[in-house]
């Protein structure tokens, strides 16, 4: 199988329970919510995804095999040992769009091999690839949900659609509930969201509050 990368690079992750962790992230293209084009926005089935994921970017790339893949997620990497990442705990996160139209079994093994845990992020609506290290699912209103547990189920809040309320989401199999505050047009509406998550995670301990704190970092 051949794979389209919008972007691959090294940062901190941002978020979610591995939030200040050092990773690869390794963007795929497209997604089954949304086209990515802003004229098809109003009519997609996610309507606030903040991500650029159309096409390759000048740090992606279309690769032929899992290999080629895996070769790219490494050269990434600050420290390579015998073609293995080293140092710390090397972690990929594998992203999108949506990742899991194409991340599959051998890419996951390719990453493996090369010294990676394997993170993905999800919106739920895919069938999952075995050997996943880290699984984040971040459901949206109006997509069924087929993934039911994970590590993780991270929900933009707040969603005004009934099906996306955090109450629906509370009896599934997740080790971690996260609520993350919708970015609103202004920061006054941004920061209305946030006290609202932070309102709902304190009169409901079983969910955490998510911050994107690249964002408040100034990083990718």
């Known amino acids: ?5 919008r972007e691959i690079f090294y940062t901190l992750q941002g978020e979610g329970l591995n939030a200040g962790r050092p990773a690869v992230f390794c963007r795929f293209s497209g997604c089954n919510l949304w086209t990515g084009r802003e004229e098809d926005r109003h009519k997609a089935v996610c309507q606030f995804c903040d991500t650029e994921f159309v096409g390759v970017g000048p740090d992606g790339g279309k690769f032929s095999d899992a290999e080629a893949l895996a070769d ?3 050269a990434r990497w600050p420290s390579v040992a015998d073609r293995r990442a080293v140092g710390g705990c090397p972690l990929v996160v ?10 599959d079994e051998p890419a996951i093994d390719a990453l493996h091999t090369r010294g990676f845990k394997v993170a993905v992020e999800t919106n739920g609506t895919q069938r999952v690839p075995r050997g996943i290290d880290h699984l984040c699912v971040s459901p949206k209103a109006d997509a069924p949900l087929l993934v039911s547990s994970g590590d993780e189920l991270k929900l933009v809040f707040p969603q005004t659609q009934a099906a996306a309320q955090p109450e ?22 941004t920061l209305a969201h946030t006290r609202a998550a932070l309102a709902y995670c304190l009169a409901h301990p079983q969910w955490r509050l998510s911050l994107q704190t690249h964002k408040m970092l100034g990083i990718r």
Not at 168 to 189: H, I, K, V, Y
Request: with cysteine; aromatic share 10%; proline share 10%.
């Open 1 to 5: 199988m051949s794979y389209v990368v």
């Open 94 to 103: 594998c992203t999108g769009g949506e990742p899991l139209l194409q991340l």
């Open 168 to 189: 629906r989401f509370a009896s599934l199999n997740f080790r971690a509930f996260l609520l993350q505050p919708m970015d609103g047009p202004t920061p006054e509406e």
């Open 72 to 74: 790219a997620v490494l």
